[in-house]
């Protein structure tokens, strides 16, 4: 704002910035939205809130909270209209997407993995965004919708689950489909729709995503369908 002289978005928009400054800056932001999406390495304060706080808050926090930040970094981006090398950035994001898809294996409480499963989203819905392409980002953007509407019912249904076995632990939770059929065929469909089934919204962006990624080389397509597709969704349904 020092440098414009005006907090206008505007006029930020017409000044012309120093490549060192738009990197700066552009550096600094992805920080500071990186932190509240949140990216890795700083996503572990997301999953120690969830565990310790209401599944209420988990709700609004997974839906809505981490939503505005993606805004936030979507603005800054196109502000700067920065057109530099953001590879450094897409193999944070990548390395966010591997490390919550393999922590996935190790989990026991319900609302970690949940949460491990919004880390892994959030740093695919921001290399969306780092690719800049058009249909990348729009694809980001419906992203961010679906997994809204997913997080909130995959917490919902942790909620469930913890109201009638009085517990969150893989281990002390068995037996749903007898005691509870609809609420087993309710987690039969959420594991459905967040395994990216041809058919479902996730399924689009994810194509969408491999697509772009593939125009760049084959490397980063086999690494995201590795761990994102294969080893976390294992992960993730073997709890």
């Known amino acids: 704002m020092n440098l414009v002289g005006s907090s206008d978005l505007f006029a930020i928009r017409r000044f012309k910035f120093k490549h060192n400054e738009i990197w700066a800056l552009y550096t600094l932001f992805f920080v500071g939205f990186g932190i509240k999406v949140p990216i890795w390495p700083f996503h572990y304060w997301l999953t120690k809130t969830h565990v310790e706080a209401p599944s209420g808050f988990s709700i609004y926090l997974s839906g809505f909270l981490v939503k505005t930040a993606l805004y936030g970094f ?3 981006t196109n502000l700067f209209s920065y057109e530099g090398s953001t590879l ?4 944070i994001a990548v390395v966010g997407v591997v490390d919550a898809s393999l922590k996935l294996w190790g989990q026991s409480d319900l609302k970690k993995i949940v949460a491990y499963c919004t880390v892994q989203e959030m740093n695919l819905i921001f290399l969306l965004f780092l690719l800049g392409d058009v249909n990348a980002t729009t694809c980001g953007a419906i992203f961010s919708i679906a997994h809204a509407f997913l997080s909130t019912l995959m917490f919902f249904l942790v909620d469930c689950i913890y109201r009638r076995f009085h517990t969150r632990s893989v281990f002390a939770v068995h037996g749903l489909l007898q005691q509870t059929p609809n609420l087993a065929m309710a987690i039969f469909l959420m594991c459905v729709l967040y395994a990216g089934l041809p058919g479902t919204l996730k399924f689009t962006c994810e194509v969408s995503l491999l697509i772009t990624l593939g125009e760049g080389g084959l490397v980063p397509v086999l690494i995201i ?4 597709n ?4 294992i992960g993730f349904s073997k709890n």
């Open 225 to 228: 369908l590795f761990f994102a």
């Open 230 to 233: 294969f080893l976390g969704l």
């Open 88 to 91: 450094a950035f897409a193999v």
């Open 74 to 76: 979507f603005k800054i």
